[in-house]
DNA sequence: GCACTAAGTTCAAGCATTGAACGAATGAGG
DNA sequence: CCTCATTCGTTCAATGCTTGAACTTAGTGC
């Protein structure tokens, strides 16, 4: 490293620094050199090239009280956005984000792709991915997957495995000639709630069930994946360990207690919408079975909590949509069994993001590496 | 933040950077250049200050093959320590340790102390370091406690409930007038495997049992200590969900089958020498109570690597005793239940530091401290 | 004694931030 | 309409750390 370059990391920092304050709201260099701690002197340097290059707008002076008026800077109208895509077992679902955070354009399609090859389901993306991008610069694309990544690869997918071990990645991004970052679902459902908005603080679980459970992991405002990509499997967590069989090999797993599928079955209803219409109609079947998935759920969460130390749980997917009639249970198990749980105070909540909340988090993956390492801005 | 301090981020960033490679192994100024990637020039800057304050010596050239000798440089022989103090049910410790890693002093002495009242405690734990600190500066005391600390008080003990919010750092502090850090001896047991040598990798789990189970949990090379210091608590993670009552509220807790209290009850023995004993002379009790706390643990860990995604556990304290008979047990389960679990290696050790582990984390907590926080060398 | 090699030191150059001084743009008050 | 107060944004010399090249030092090999 030359001094050239430590210098290049202090500036860059900064650079970061800015615009994360940017993020969270426009403002003239001098409110931003009051946010940041930096000088007006400084701001203006760094602001000097976002503005050349389109990143960022001055806008026209406000007048707001005395002394000379403050031309707010945001994030320019036409400048670069980040697209999301989400590959899903009964949908396809595709955004793009600006780097303020707004989305412009979003669409989930649904779609049975359990028996289409990796091409097909690529070409079907890509082609979503093309009628939705502006006329402006594109950063890359967050791709989602509900299966564990590693190194960039998919490398297990129960519900998917046609698609494991392909080069998703790499081949989406020759098809749009863009790059392209693979990441787990649960994963970018939990970015979705730390970024661009802290929705649930900086240390939290997301988690959400389709087929199988799984759980997004924040820890001191970063996503916590683990050493292979295998972190927050909460669906492999044990509440019995003699209890039901599981497809992993274990037995008593959380999955096989408040997956989905389980709860469908046991409300005897084929979808998820059908099972809330006979929640709200107070349908004592469809109740039990719910409660039961919460009691599991509960148990599970506790576990993690006991682990993780983390005070929120987020419930999202299908489970922010049952979380009226799920919450209680979960509830009560964990603060029996998390330690201290009473003076601790666990919060849960549903998801407010709805969902689209795995395609906000594959673009958010964009736009956060974006501000994180703004050098990428000028490429 | 001025400029001034912005140049002196890069420099201590630099001097730490010096500093671990030294912690690693002695070094001339040419081979430190090599190994930190700073240049000649900047090692002799660097390493200035610190020849001349005495954290440093330079060796008498040594003679090696052509050019003009190297002079290595390595921590002083008389330079700064750090204490380490563990506060336990059965036992007080204290230990001296050198910026290079070398234990100068330690000992252990067996104390019931349940009775005793924070003060007594305190006094006989600063009369033991002061018998052992050597006539070098002092940089501080780390104190293990068996209990959850947050923001330095100690929150949960419920093996020593008298100590529970007694401002136990500062009192230690006032006695010795230096410096005390408290934390959890699960996090300090598995810190002393962590730095100032890397014994299990930079992802692990260290697990020891007294009365209570804890895990301490080393996430990309930083110990990992949750919101509010309660990460980690693998004695409640629920393995029966509607199993045993535990004293936490919970049930079916990993602590109520494979705490050592109950190891030893089911093996009919009072103390831990004596089940080891009896495991060697083959006695079926013994063998069969390990092997039921292996499989509970087993089921535990599985859980915790299936949330974590760690490839590695440590057994310490009790369980490296009993590891010979425990192991199998473990492994069998965490190969059955962790994900992947065949694909995945995940490693099982015994822990090579004996009952020194705790205390020895405690001093480290202080040398690693000063590493990584050079202007502290310089007070 | 001389060439060769490698360690360690010296020093001018380069660079991002700073703070103070300065210019710019507006409202308030007369 | 003019002047003053006020705030915004820019300019510029100063600061201090690392760098790389040149230089000095201290050995080996012949």
């Not at 399609?109 to 079907?124: F, G, M, Y």
Request: charged share 20%; net charge negative; glycine share 10%.
């Amino acid at each position: 490293m030359t001094t050239v370059d430590h210098l290049r990391q202090v500036r860059l920092g900064n650079l970061r620094t800015v615009l994360l304050a940017l993020v969270d709201r426009p403002g003239s260099r001098a409110d931003l050199a009051a946010r940041t701690g930096l000088t007006k002197a400084t701001l203006s340097n760094l602001t000097e090239p976002l503005l050349a290059n389109g990143i960022l707008v001055e806008e026209p002076a406000t007048l707001a009280g005395m002394g000379r008026p403050s031309k707010p800077l945001r994030f320019h109208p036409d400048g670069p956005v980040a697209v999301g895509a989400e590959i899903n077992v009964s949908h396809l679902a595709v955004e793009t984000l600006g780097l303020d955070g707004e989305t412009l354009r979003r669409v989930l399609v649904p779609t049975d792709i359990r028996d289409a090859t990796s091409d097909e389901v690529l070409d079907r993306v890509a082609e979503l991915i093309r009628e939705i991008i502006p006329a402006r610069p594109v950063l890359g694309v967050g791709l989602a997957v509900p299966g564990v990544v590693h190194d960039g690869v998919l490398v297990r997918a129960p519900n998917l495995p046609k698609l494991v071990g392909a080069p998703l990645a790499a081949d989406l991004g020759l098809r749009l000639n863009l790059d392209v970052e693979l990441d787990n679902e649960a994963n970018l459902a939990a970015l979705a709630h730390l970024w661009p908005r802290h929705l649930a603080g900086e240390d939290f679980v997301h988690v959400s069930a389709d087929v199988g459970i799984g759980a997004g992991v924040v820890l001191h405002g970063e996503v916590y994946r683990g050493v292979s990509g295998f972190a927050g499997e909460l669906g492999h967590v044990v509440i019995e360990r003699n209890g039901v069989r599981c497809t992993c090999g274990s037995r008593g797993c959380v999955e096989r207690y408040a997956g989905l599928d389980v709860i469908l079955r046991e409300a005897g209803r084929r979808r998820l919408d059908s099972l809330a219409k006979a929640l709200d109609a107070g349908d004592p079947k469809a109740l039990s079975a719910v409660k039961a998935a919460g009691e599991a759920l509960g148990v599970g969460l506790a576990t993690l909590m006991n682990l993780f130390d983390v005070p929120t749980v987020v419930l999202g997917g299908s489970y922010a949509v049952l979380h009226e009639h799920l919450s209680t249970a979960i509830q009560s198990e964990m603060d029996a069994r998390v330690l201290a749980g009473g003076e601790r105070h666990t919060t849960l909540v549903a998801s407010p993001l709805g969902e689209f909340a795995v395609v906000r988090g594959a673009a958010g993956l964009v736009t956060r590496r974006a501000v994180q390492q703004p050098e990428r801005l000028f490429a």
